[in-house]
Every structure is written in C-alpha cells, then in structure tokens.
C-alpha cells in the first residue's frame, strides 16, 4: 500500500493526470490506475517503466524512507 500511495503522490507533485503518467508509459488509464492501486502486484519492469514516466529513478521510487520523499515536498 506504501508503495501504491507513493506513486499517486509523485504523480500529484509532478502535475500529472493518471491519463498522462499511462500515456507516458505506453498503457492504457485504466491498467496505470491498476498499478497505482496494486502497486505491490507489478512486476519490476512495470515499476521501472513508470519510474521512468514519473521522471524519477526507480530506486527513489521504491525506496519509501527516503527523507527527500515526504507529502509536503515537491518533487
């Protein structure tokens, strides 16, 4: 659940609609909606992808005690 909330909020810090992140992904809304909501249930390679699309590295991604990632910092 960390993880899924984590991605919505760099999502929300980097301006982005869900449409926007799937898109910048090469997938559809509602299969980026899917992973924002069962993150923990991707693959590494899907993870990736959308770190990718975030503009983040997927270590910052995963890595939810990272002090430079809190839900008042902008990104």
Same mark, same amino acid.
């Given at each position: %659940?960390?993880?899924?909330?984590?991605?919505?909020?760099? &999502?929300? *810090?980097? !301006?982005? /609609?869900? #449409?926007?992140?799937?898109?910048?992904?090469? %997938?559809?809304?509602?299969?980026?909606?899917?992973?924002? &909501?069962? *993150?923990? !249930?991707? /693959?590494? #390679?899907?993870?990736?992808?959308?770190?990718?699309?975030?503009?983040?590295?997927?270590?910052?991604?995963?890595?939810?005690?990272?002090?430079?990632?809190n839900d008042?910092?902008?990104?």
């Open positions: %659940m960390i993880l899924a909330y984590r991605l919505r909020k760099i &999502r929300e *810090a980097k !301006k982005l /609609t869900q #449409e926007d992140a799937a898109f910048n992904c090469g %997938m559809s809304a509602s299969a980026y909606g899917q992973i924002e &909501r069962n *993150a923990h !249930k991707s /693959t590494f #390679e899907t993870l990736y992808k959308v770190s990718e699309a975030l503009g983040v590295s997927i270590n910052f991604l995963v890595d939810i005690n990272n002090p430079q990632f008042k910092n902008k990104l």
